[in-house]
T-cell receptor, first 110, second 113 residues
Framework: DTAVSQTPKYLVTQMGNDKSIKCEQNLGHDTMYWYKQDSKKFLKIMFS???????INETVPNRFSPKSPDKAHLNLHINSLELGDSAVYFC?????????FGSGTRLTVV | SQQGEEDPQALSIQEGENATMNCSYK?????LQWYRQNSGRGLVHLILIRSNEREKHSGRLRVTLDTSKKSSSLLITASRAADTASYFC?????????????FGKGTLLTVNP
């Protein structure tokens, strides 16, 4: 199936831990993104990459480090997790027009 | 800062009725897009309207754009229970490069059978 797939779907972890979320798209899109959706459902861009190059870093703390090994993958590594990092993280990709979103990773920091 | 603001925040209607959701934004845009999010799921792209377009149709969806008022509306005709979801408008204000969409807070639509 052509899609944006991200793993894991759910992630529960303790404060201070380091975790990664992986994202892969097989749509041949050049641009990939990470968005964060908070408890009030507000979606905010974190990063966008075009052909493996960082285009936008929307004042995200340094604890968040995206990595794009190739244009089909954009992973998100988070160091020293904090309670406020609890949210749903969406990966997405696009090519010229509308985005295709992954199904989200619900991160809960306890 | 937030760009799009949807109105109303929540809307409850009966099956068969039409649903209208509005979106206002603040800056110049290249295009405006509408997305649907079912509970606990990802976002699904519904329709894109460019800044030089005024109206666009897709099936039961009709989108209008008024750049002078910096507003857009999404009309869903003959609603169905399956249309129950949150609807978000998003603006591409990155000069058309599409590197960044700014989302509104969304309208939660409930269609009662």
């Amino acid at each position: 199936d052509t899609a944006v797939s991200q793993t894991p779907k759910y992630l529960v972890t303790q404060m201070g831990n380091d975790k990664s979320i992986k994202c892969e798209q097989n749509l041949g899109h050049d641009t990939m993104y990470w968005y964060k959706q908070d408890s009030k459902k507000f979606l905010k861009i974190m990063f966008s990459y075009n052909n493996k190059e960082l285009i936008i870093n929307e004042t995200v703390p340094n604890r968040f480090s995206p990595k794009s090994p190739d244009k089909a993958h954009l992973n998100l590594h988070i160091n020293s997790l904090e309670l406020g990092d609890s949210a749903v993280y969406f990966c997405a990709s696009s090519q010229h027009s509308g985005y295709t979103f992954g199904s989200g990773t619900r991160l809960t920091v306890v | 800062s937030q760009q799009g603001e949807e109105d109303p925040q929540a809307l409850s209607i009966q099956e068969g009725e039409n649903a209208t959701m509005n979106c206002s934004y603040k800056t110049s845009i290249n295009n405006l897009q509408w997305y649907r999010q079912n509970s606990g799921r990802g976002l699904v792209h519904l329709i894109l309207i460019r800044s030089n377009e005024r109206e666009k149709h897709s099936g039961r969806l009709r989108v209008t754009l008024d750049t002078s008022k910096k507003s857009s509306s999404l009309l869903i005709t003959a609603s169905r229970a399956a249309d129950t979801a949150s609807y978000f408008c998003a603006t591409d204000d990155s000069g058309g490069s599409n590197y960044k969409l700014t989302f509104g807070k969304g309208t939660l639509l409930t269609v009662n059978p």
